[in-house]
């Protein structure tokens, strides 16, 4: 859950624990899940869009309980000097 003053991010919560996201400058400093999902034709959601916050714990807890094992690459960041 996130809460914006005058359009900048002041607070954010995890939507599952209610755990305090840190925030400095209304910028994300921790570990975050972010989804912002719109639903398609074929859902009994269409037209809907969902939107959630996961702290990197509850991220993990979750998808510890997946049948089938989330896809995971490694990436390098790449910054402009």
């Avoid at 400058?25 to 074929?42: A, H, M």
Wanted: proline share 0%; glycine share 4%.
């Amino acid at each position: 859950m996130r809460v914006y003053k005058e359009q900048k991010l002041q607070k954010m919560y995890c939507n599952n624990c209610g755990k305090s996201i840190e925030i400095k400058n209304s910028i994300i400093i921790e570990g975050v899940f972010t989804v912002d999902y719109r639903w398609g034709y074929f859902s009994e959601k269409d037209g809907k869009k969902h939107s959630f916050d996961l702290c990197e714990k509850c991220y993990d807890e979750i998808t510890k309980k997946f049948k089938y094992n989330v896809e995971e690459r490694e990436y390098t960041e790449f910054f402009n000097s």
